[in-house]
């Protein structure tokens, strides 16, 4: 069975449902269906040879949904290009995978001019489906690359993970397994299709769920959606939340119909996951993955997280997933012992685009490194610390970034931090913190840093805070620490100028 039959079964077995709301149109299974076969046709026609690369550049619109689900019905393997992204890496993406066709909506065709391979403009969509034919018909292996996303890239050659078709498998009979989706379930499409929201796509529609395309992702938007489409989940990185609790606080909407608000691509702090809690209710969960076991190597669902003991957890091992506790010298640790996460089984890549040395040094002997560091309590729920290369080694002592955020998190005031290390005469790395406060809110540094030494004790507080007004953000919402640390350092070297 491949990945799109889960939309093909449903499309048969509920043609009349509802599957995509949308500002200009509803379209049933049977008509998207429709659509999906035509355009697969078409792309198969023009590129009748199975596995090659199409991309797809283009901003969430059900267009873009039809255009996915018919490069994966047609056998292609989808390169998502995130609008969010930069031009220059998105034309290194294009460069290195070299897709036959490319799938660009206007603004991203303004873009990329040169973007190669045959160009689909989305808004002729409608004519290409015209033209196309009866369902291809798939002959592939399940290790086949379904998709290949990158992680990183910012510089330098940009890094593809090849997820296969049995990874996109297991994604979805897990979510099956851990959320519970069924026909009732509408998914409010509000993070990009190229990145988190493709991977429930299949998840809802399969289960005969219908997806939810709202006009714009702002908070107002959301809330207002969600209320008069009765959407029963989504998916969002913890700011975009952090906005809808704001709303929704501001000006309340009946969101009853909420049954799962799902964060990802960065941590909550433990303060911010009872604030969300107290606006929506006992609706919030969370998973832990990366590009490279999308989505779920573990799960904590809404009944698990009223737990207060698991506010700081990101769940328990999934369906199908063996994850563990890796020590230095490649033993698998215990619970209350730290190390590397480390994961095995159907979900993980099958390796690097174009990259074996790179595929080798992070599967080893079946083993996916993740870099993260983190410990498993003695219930079986993981507790992720830093990634391996931001523990900051203070004083001789080992500093977590999470532990510390999550302290500060405490503080009224605090909107968001991001902890990093800067090198340090004395200190070896010394601990500083780059905070955003709340809309009127107010807190000196030196408050701050008392107010942490009093939580968690002087060796892991801060030695600088830094106000900032936003905290520098990837497009897909993770903070990046990388230029929290330019800064700081710019800043320093400000201060230099200023007083010689």
Known sequence: MYPIDFFWRAADSYPERIAVR?????????????????????????????????????????????????????????????????????????????????????????????????????????EVIRAGGDRPVLNLCLDATQAIKFTGGTTGVPKGVMQSMRAWNTTVLTQWHEFGFHADDRFL??????????????????????LVFPPDTSAPTLLDWTAQAGATSLFLPPTAIYALCAEQTRAPRNVSSLRLLIYGAA??????????????????????????????????????????????????????????????????????????????????MTGYWRMPEQTAATIVDGWLHTGDVGAFDE????????????????????????????????????????????????????????????????????????FVKREIGAVKAPKVVHIFDTLPKSPVGKTLKDEVVRRIRQQAAAQTRSKS
């Open 379 to 450: 219930r079986g729920f993981l507790f992720i610390k830093s990634r391996v290369r931001e523990v900051i080694i203070s004083g001789g002592f080992n500093v977590y970034p999470s532990d510390v955020e999550e302290a500060i998190g405490r503080h009224a005031a605090i909107y968001e931090s991001a902890v990093v290390g800067v090198a340090d005469d004395k200190w070896g790395e010394a601990v500083h913190a780059a905070v955003q406060l709340r809309p009127g809110a107010s807190v000196s540094p030196e408050e701050l840093i008392g």
């Open 189 to 210: 499409v509000s993070a990009p299709l190229t990145h988190g929201a493709s991977t429930y796509v299949l998840a809802v529609l399969g289960a005969g769920g219908g």
């Open 22 to 126: 949308s500002p200009t149109a509803d379209l049933t299974f049977a008509e998207l269906a429709a659509r999906v076969a035509g355009l697969a046709a078409a792309f198969a026609r023009i590129d009748p040879e199975p596995g090659s690369r199409l991309a797809i550049g283009a901003a969430n619109s059900v267009d873009h949904l039809v255009s996915l689900l018919a490069a994966i019905a047609a056998g292609k393997v989808w390169v998502p290009l995130n609008p969010r992204n930069g031009t220059p890496e998105l034309e290194r993406i294009l460069a290195f995978t070299e897709p036959s066709i490319v799938v660009l909506d206007t603004a991203m065709h303004e873009r990329l001019p040169a973007a190669g391979g045959h160009l689909v403009p989305l808004e002729n969509i409608d």
């Open 267 to 348: 941590p909550m702090p433990p303060a911010r996951i009872q604030e969300t809690q107290h606006v929506f209710g006992n609706v919030v969960a969370t998973t832990y993955g990366q590009t490279e076991a999308p989505t779920v190597l573990t799960c904590m669902r809404p009944d698990q997280l009223a737990d207060p003991r698991n506010l700081g957890s990101v769940g328990r091992p999934s369906m199908t997933t063996q994850v563990a506790i890796m020590g230095k010298d490649g033993t698998l640790l215990g619970p209350g012992q730290e190390g590397e996460i480390v994961a095995r089984g159907d979900l993980l």
